[in-house]
């Protein structure tokens, strides 16, 4: 909001008139110098976030493939609403997703939110109990698994 001021004073300075500088607009170098620089930042900060956001994005993650029946690898990028993928220990996962199965026996998983919510601690998730039940072989998933989420739109 500074900087609208800071032109408006800049243009108001070519007013001869009302202007000390005889309509001069000495603030113009300086205002484009600042604007320059808060520019030259803003294109750093992009460019970081966008060999960011390519790093999280061409990482590896296991998706199940229905035409073959088997879990193969693929880019974050290219996971679709409604691909299941499977998560192992310790991988990290960049999407919300639904909990349909877990390796303990109670359906039960931990999850890690620092990244979200900065807390450190972890929190855990269930599975539906008659989903954990339902999957009970990961090659033929396709046959055992439909469904429809109802779920809320996405919120602060």
């Not at 808060?38 to 998706?63: A, G, I």
């Not at 639904?98 to 601690?121: I, M, Q």
């Not at 033929?140 to 698994?145: H, S, T, Y």
Request: net charge negative; aromatic share 10%.
């Amino acid at each position: 909001m500074a900087n609208v001021y800071f032109i408006f004073i800049s243009f108001m300075q070519m007013i001869p008139i009302i202007s000390i500088t005889n309509g001069f607009p000495a603030q113009i170098f300086p205002l484009g110098v600042v604007i320059f620089i808060s520019m030259l930042k803003d294109l750093f900060e992009d460019y970081k976030r966008h060999k960011s956001d390519h790093q999280e994005n061409t990482k590896q993650t296991s998706v199940y493939n229905k035409t073959r029946r088997a879990f193969e690898k693929k880019d974050w990028q290219d996971v679709k609403v409604g691909d299941i993928v499977r998560i192992e220990q310790d991988e990290f996962f960049p999407a919300d997703m639904v909990l349909c199965k877990s390796s303990e026996a109670k359906g039960l998983c931990y999850v890690e939110t620092k990244n979200l919510d900065g807390e450190t601690n972890l929190k855990h998730k269930v599975t539906e109990k008659f989903v954990n039940k339902r999957i009970v072989d990961m090659e033929r998933l396709d046959e055992r698994l439909s469904g429809l989420v109802v779920c809320e739109l996405p919120n602060d």
